[in-house]
C-alpha cells in the first residue's frame, strides 16, 4: 500500500517506523525492542494537503533559505547568515562537501533505506539534529521553544545555546530525552555550578562544551548591521522591522529577546555591541585544567565542540571526552580556519571516539558525505532557522522531512541500506 506524504525513516524489531510532518505518534514497543519511537498515523486531509504544498514550493533547503531572507529585517538575517573577516571559511564547507563522489551501484531490488542511528547510548531515527545558534529567538519569536518541540517529534537532539533567549528551565521539559546544553565556559566556580545543576535538573543530558571562542570575533557584517546585545530597535532598524510583518507582529507579542540565562548571572549589560555581549563579561577561555574540571561535576555524557585538529584528540581522550564535534563555528570565528569536512577524514583516522560533524550543509546529500567520510551524526544550526524564518512552527518539521527524503532517494542510488553502508561507496575526498 502507498503511503501519501511519509519518509520511511527505520525499520526495527519488525516494525516500519515513518517520519511524517502532517502527524506523528509516539508508541512504545515491548520488551527488548527499541523504545519511544514515532509512529505513522493517518493524517487529516487537510494536513496532507498542506505538507504536499510544502513539498511543492519548498522542496530544498536552499528554497527555505531564499523565503527567510525575504522575511527577516535585513539586521537578522546579517546576524544569521554573515561569518567573519572576508567569510571565506563560511564558504569553504559546502565547496568541500560539493567535492566529495560517491558511487551509485545498481541491482540491489527493492529497498528502504533505514536513516536510524545510535549517538552517546541513544538510539535517533534520523542521523541529524539541532545545533546551537546564541540569541535564537531574536531570528524567529519563540525559536527555541519551536526548535525543541520538534526536535522532540523527530527524535532527534536540540542543543540549547549558553546565550540563548530561553533558559534550560524553559527548554528541556520541551525536547524531552533529546535536550543538549552547550556550554560557554563560565569564569567563577559558583556560576558554573549553578548552571550545570540547573541544566541537570531541567532535563538535559548531554553537556557540550564549546571551545572555539577564546576571544571575541569581529564579524564586520554582523557590526555594520547595527545590531546591539540586547537588541534595541533604532530608527534605522525600524525601518526594516516595517518590511516584516510576521516577524514584527511576532516580536511584538513576545518582546524583544534577552540572553536570559546570562541575566541571571550578569544584571543589566544594555547596550553592548552583538560581538561582546554579555556573555563574553562572564566566559573564560578554557584549559585542560577546566576541561578536567567539568568532567569531574558533569555525570553524563560530555561533547567538545570546535575541534579541528587532530592533534589535539589523545587529550581529550585521555580527559574522558565521550565525543568530538568537528567545528569552525560557521565560519564565524576564525576565517582562516579549513573547511570541517577536509578535517573529518584525518579526525576519523585519529580516533575511535563519535564524531560529530557540522559545517556548510545543503542537503541530504551533504549529510550523507559526511557520514561516508566517518562522522557518526552531523549537526545544523542555520538551516533550522532558515526553516523557521521561512515557514514559521512548520519550518523545522518540514526541513526534516525533505531531509530524510533526501536521503532517502539518494541511499537508494547508492544501494546503501543504512547508514553504515555509506563508507563502501566513497570515491573521493576533499583535498588537503
Known amino acids: 500500500m502507498r503511503l501519501p506524504f511519509l519518509t520511511r525513516i527505520t525499520a526495527m524489531a519488525g516494525h516500519n517506523t515513518y517520519l511524517s510532518t502532517t502527524n506523528l505518534r509516539r508508541v512504545q514497543w515491548g520488551e527488548g525492542r527499541r523504545p519511544a519511537l514515532w509512529c505513522w498515523t493517518r493524517p487529516h486531509p487537510l494536513r496532507q494537503m498542506r505538507a504536499m504544498s510544502l513539498d511543492a514550493r519548498y522542496p530544498a533547503l536552499s528554497d527555505l533559505k531564499a523565503r527567510a531572507q525575504r522575511r527577516l529585517p535585513r539586521f537578522v538575517w546579517e546576524y544569521l547568515d554573515s561569518g567573519t573577516g572576508s ?11 560539493q567535492q566529495i563522489a560517491l558511487m551509485p551501484s545498481i541491482l540491489h531490488g527493492e529497498m528502504t533505506p533505514d536513516l536510524g542511528t545510535t549517538l552517546l547510548g541513544q538510539s535517533h531515527p534520523l542521523p541529524f539534529g539541532i545545533g546551537p545558534v546564541g540569541m535564537s529567538g531574536l531570528i524567529w519569536p519563540d525559536a527555541e521553544r519551536h526548535l525543541a518541540r520538534a526536535a522532540a517529534v523527530a527524535g532527534i537532539p536540540y542543543t540549547l545555546s549558553t546565550v540563548a533567549a530561553q533558559t534550560p528551565e524553559d527548554i528541556g521539559p520541551l525536547a524531552g530525552n ?14 558554573r555550578l549553578d548552571m550545570l545543576a540547573r541544566a541537570r535538573a531541567a532535563g538535559f543530558k548531554v553537556l557540550v562544551l564549546t571551545v572555539d571562542v577564546p576571544v571575541a570575533s569581529r564579524r564586520e557584517r554582523q557590526t555594520r548591521s547595527g545590531l546591539t546585545q540586547p537588541p534595541r530597535l533604532t530608527a534605522r532598524l525600524m525601518t526594516q522591522v516595517a518590511k516584516c510583518p510576521a ?17 541571571s548571572y550578569a544584571g543589566d549589560t544594555s547596550g553592548l555591541p552583538s560581538t561582546a555581549h554579555a556573555g563574553y563579561l562572564l566566559r573564560t577561555s578554557p584549559d585542560r585544567a577546566y576541561l578536567d574540571w567539568l568532567r569531574a561535576h558533569w555525570d553524563g555524557p560530555l561533547v567538545v565542540k570546535g575541534v579541528l585538529d587532530p592533534a589535539d584528540l589523545p587529550m581529550l581522550e585521555a580527559a574522558g571526552v565521550d565525543a568530538i564535534w568537528i567545528s569552525n563555528h560557521g565560519g564565524r570565528q576564525f576565517d582562516g580556519a579549513p573547511a570541517t569536512v577536509r578535517q573529518l577524514p584525518l579526525m576519523r583516522r585519529a580516533t575511535d571516539l563519535p564524531l560529530i560533524f557540522d559545517g556548510g550543509v545543503t542537503g541530504g546529500l551533504d549529510i550523507l558525505r559526511a ?4 562522522a557518526d551524526f ?24 525533505i531531509l530524510a527524503a533526501d536521503m532517502s532517494s539518494n541511499m537508494g542510488q547508492l ?4 547508514v553504515g553502508d555509506l563508507p563502501g561507496r566513497l570515491i573521493g575526498t576533499p583535498a588537503t
Open 415 to 418: 544501494g546503501a541500506r543504512r
Open 87 to 97: 567569510e571565506q571559511a563560511r564558504r569553504a564547507g559546502p565547496d568541500a562537501l
Open 371 to 374: 557520514l561516508a567520510l566517518g
Open 247 to 263: 516577524w514584527a507582529m511576532g516580536m511584538a507579542r513576545l518582546g524583544l529577546p534577552r540572553m536570559r540565562l546570562i541575566d
Open 178 to 191: 533529546h535536550a543538549w546544553f552547550q556550554l560557554y565556559p563560565p569564569r567563577d566556580e559558583a556560576i
Open 378 to 401: 552531523v549537526m545544523m544550526a542555520r538551516p533550522w532557522h532558515y526553516a523557521l524564518a521561512a515557514l514559521g512552527p512548520d519550518g523545522p518539521a518540514h526541513l526534516a522531512r
